[in-house]
Every structure is written in C-alpha cells, then in structure tokens.
T-cell receptor
Framework: KAGVTQTPRYLIKTRGQQVTLSCSPISGHRSVSWYQQTPGQGLQFLFEYFSETQRNKGNFPGRFSGRQFSNSRSEMNVSTLELGDSALYLCASSWGHITLSNEQFFGPGTRLTVL | AQKVTQAQTEISVVEKEDVTLDCVYE???????LFWYKQPPSGELVFLIRRNSFDEQNEISGRYSWNFQKSTSSFNFTITASQVVDSAVYFCALSEEHNFNKFYFGSGTKLNVKP
C-alpha cells in the first residue's frame, strides 16, 4: 500500500507571496490532517478535513486555509507569507472513524522557506 | 497549559544501553488516546504505538516497551539494548475523544545512540 505523499518536498517563497501544498492520503483513508513543525513551537495542529469538510481547526490565522477533494486528496494554502511561516508542513492520513482506530500516518513533509 | 510534556530534551547513550523516554499528559476527558512517533533525520514521523485510556496493559514489541500509568498520567517508552539506528527524535502525542484526530504533541526527546 502506498504511503502518504506530499508535493512539493521543498519550496522557497518570498514574503507576501502565497503557496499551495498538496497531500495524497493512503488509499481508503478519508481524513487528512495538517501540522506545522518549527524549532520554536514544535508540532502544531493546523486543521483536519474529512469527507471534504473541515472537521477541526487549530489556532492559526485565517491566512492558513485548506480543502479536500472527493478523492480525499487535500491542499493547504498559505496567503501573504511571513518569515515566521518557514516550517516543515506535515500531512497525516487516517481512516477518520474512531471505530477504525485513529492513528495517523504522516507524509515526508514539505519544507517551506520564506525569504 | 501543555497537554503533553516531554521533559527530556536530549538523551545520549552508548549502544546496548537501555533508555527510557518520559511522557506526561494532561486531559479532563475520560476517553483519550496516546501515541508515540519516531522522527529520524529524514523528517518523516513514523507511528510506533497507540493506546486508549481504557487499556493500561503494558506493551512490548521487540526491543520497545511502553508503560502506561493513569495514576501518574504517564506513558513512558523504553528501548532495550539501544542501537545506533534508534537515534531520532521521539514524540509523544495525545488526542481526546471529542476531537480524536487533533493530536497534541510533546516537544520531543532527541535520542543519540553512540557506537
């Protein structure tokens, strides 16, 4: 079974630009969660999508948004980039139903650098 | 307040030593889930174990073992006879019943295993 894939793996942008990151979950998984990892703040939950709907949201500004498609693939968008948005963005895939267990499987991440 | 605390920032051991990574959590939910993940230098988070709050049995998987104690809100991870390949950052995480896919991660413990 293929794992979670994320594209692109590396991205360099300048302040004020916007960026879109993509995540393809494990086949059959309907939940996709996004996390931001920085040296200062650690791993922080951004949001979760399930069946094309945002089901959970973390404490991030509205510049961070996402969506999920009918095939469960998800995209995350960050508008008006700031230097502090430089981070590793991790996508996690899971079944989405607690009865099927809720362990999350992570992709390799997208390393975003904002200059 | 931190929901998950990993007080050990970095641990260094010599190969074949046993090592225990501590994790203390905080939640008001009676149903919750605890996890351990490994993040090698490549960056991808690798799932190791999931425990729900109703299952306090300790678990052993090869050289890995986990000790879950609700009385002290701890979920510690022991590696027996450590190997160089165990070198990584290890994260403990918590999710709660009402938002079971929203993970709260600890700050991680970096384990260095020297030959």
């Amino acid at each position: 079974k293929a794992g979670v894939t994320q594209t692109p793996r590396y991205l360099i942008k300048t302040r004020g630009q916007q960026v879109t990151l993509s995540c393809s979950p494990i086949s059959g998984h309907r939940s996709v969660s996004w996390y931001q990892q920085t040296p200062g703040q650690g791993l922080q939950f951004l949001f979760e999508y399930f069946s094309e709907t945002q089901r959970n949201k973390g404490n991030f500004p509205g510049r961070f948004s996402g969506r999920q498609f009918s095939n469960s693939r998800s995209e995350m968008n960050v508008s008006t980039l700031e230097l502090g948005d430089s981070a590793l963005y991790l996508c996690a895939s899971s079944w989405g139903h607690i009865t099927l267990s809720n362990e999350q499987f992570f992709g390799p991440g997208t390393r975003l650098t904002v200059l | 307040a931190q929901k998950v605390t990993q007080a050990q920032t970095e641990i260094s051991v010599v190969e074949k030593e046993d090592v225990t990574l501590d994790c203390v959590y905080e939640t008001r939910d009676t149903t919750y889930y605890l996890f351990w993940y490994k993040q090698p230098p490549s960056g991808e988070l690798v799932f190791l174990i999931r425990r729900n709050s109703f299952d306090e049995q300790n678990e052993i998987s090869g050289r890995y073992s986990w000790n879950f104690q609700k009385s002290t809100s701890s979920f510690n991870f022991t590696i027996t006879a450590s190997q160089v390949v165990d070198s990584a950052v290890y994260f403990c995480a918590l999710s709660e019943e009402h938002n079971f896919n929203k993970f709260y991660f600890g700050s991680g413990t970096k384990l260095n295993v020297k030959p």
